[in-house]
């Protein structure tokens, strides 16, 4: 649904981040209104007709999502959202498989949510390993392999980077898993909805996602676990009624479900073209930026990349101050900002970027509801906010004159 060169006012502020959370998509919004008032029943009331046409609601979602990944309706699970199902699916697994190993692999480039998650299962006596990634941001293939031991239970590596954009093998990862006969868990979030996933296709046995990334309601989303070759099994985290076949027991969010349902499926009709929009409007912006500006690099593999999403380090500009010179744009650096310190990126720095770079890099996430009249002006902004930075830079001067900076002693006043 982008829209071409038609003469639109731009509205602002413009949302480019598009990673972090995306704008629901107003026919998802119609999907979902009969069931907060109308449609209203439980889905786990059996005895009435509230209950049958809140089931009814969330087991279309199932085959909608299903249909999506290349799943059947049974081996989708509904949670809260990826986080949830990132945790449920690593502890889960490691609870359930414990007899047969006690050892993770992941790649040092995850989402915090996988991450800690392993974090908190290494107090429990897990033995976990974090796998570097190149400097592209892909994992070693080889390396993977030599991790596996006969004590390996999990690997857990994403399928698109929130932050670089980088689209792992995931047909290789899921052939060398399925092989060694340990089980693979994908955090897909970033990529579900926005280019060809396919379980079957990749070995994939479990995988997480979320509504609130493709055009959804947030705080719904779900995990898939695969049934057969092989049959997965994963404890319960959360204890009750025994919802979602005993993996996930609590009170179903009907009308998110149903959101969650209808992105799925508009996903999956708008996908060829949307990636080629998409594609076609962060190339743009690329370009206009990397043409106009010196010293600028792209994080994250050009290849393997997902078709909304641009990284770019601005050598010799902090990217904070980018951030409220382009204010009139939602983007985000690669820094996160936690308590007291300005954080480097830990993706950029995984990839081999100094601290330097890794303050200066800006997330773009390009979306269904961007036009070229906005991509325009942002590159536009940026690249005179980056111009205006360098000029009070005394770095920025030096390294014009042809001082090799690496190579300058800086004396202590």
């Known amino acids: 649904m982008a829209r071409g060169d038609e003469n639109i006012m731009l509205k602002f502020p413009i949302y ?7 704008p629901m998509d107003p026919r998802v919004f119609e999907a979902m209104k009969p069931y907060f008032i109308d449609l209203f029943g439980n889905a786990a009331s059996r005895n009435h007709s509230f209950g049958w046409v809140a089931e009814e609601a969330v087991e279309k979602a199932r085959k909608q999502i299903a249909s ?19 945790n449920l699916a690593i502890k889960g697994v490691a609870e ?5 190993g006690n050892h993770i692999i992941t790649a040092a480039t995850e989402h915090k949510a996988v991450l800690d998650t392993c974090k908190r299962l290494e107090k429990h ?15 070693d293939l080889d390396q993977l392999r030599d991790a596996i031991t006969d004590k390996t239970v999990l690997v857990s590596i994403m399928y698109g980077n929130n932050e670089i954009g980088t689209v792992q093998p995931m047909r290789e990862i899921g052939a060398i898993c399925k092989e060694r006969g340990v089980l693979l868990h994908s955090d897909a979030t970033q990529a579900v909805g926005k280019i060809p996933v396919s379980v079957i296709d990749d070995n994939i046995d479990l995988m997480s996602f979320s509504g609130h990334k493709m055009y959804g309601p947030k705080g719904v989303g779900g995990l898939y676990v695969r049934r057969r070759n092989p049959r997965v099994q994963i404890t319960a985290q959360m204890d009750g009624g025994g ?8 009170t179903l969010n009907v009308p998110g479900i149903a959101g969650l349902g209808a992105a799925a499926e508009l996903c999956q009709q708008l996908m060829p073209q949307e990636m080629a929009e998409h594609a076609a409007m962060r190339d743009r912006l690329k370009d206009r930026l990397m043409a106009e500006l010196d010293e600028t690099y792209i994080n994250g593999s050009v290849q393997h990349r997902l078709p909304h999403n641009l990284n770019i380090s601005f050598a010799y500009v902090e990217g904070e101050s980018l951030l409220m010179g382009i204010n009139d744009i939602a983007v985000s650096s690669g820094s996160a900002c936690t308590s007291a310190t300005l954080e480097p990126s830990y993706v950029l720095k995984a990839l081999g970027a100094g601290d ?10 390009i979306g269904r509801f961007n036009t070229n009249e906005e991509i325009d002006y942002t590159a536009q902004k940026v690249i005179d906010v980056v111009k205006k930075l360098r000029e009070l830079s005394p770095l920025y001067e030096m ?15």
Request: charged content about 25%; hydrophobic content about 35%.
């Open 399 to 413: 390294v014009k004159e042809g001082i090799d900076l690496t190579k300058v002693e800086w004396a202590a006043h």
């Open 243 to 250: 919802h979602e076949r005993g993996m996930r027991s609590g």
């Open 356 to 365: 330097d770079l890794a303050h200066s890099s800006i997330r773009f996430g």
């Open 96 to 100: 359930m498989y414990s007899q047969r």
């Open 16 to 22: 480019l981040d598009n990673h972090a959370t995306t």
């Open 125 to 139: 006596g897990c033995r976990v390993t974090y796998l570097p990634v190149r400097p592209d941001g892909l994992v």
């Open 68 to 86: 999506l990944i290349g799943a059947t309706a049974k081996e989708i699970v509904f949670t809260s959202g990826a986080t949830e199902s990132n």
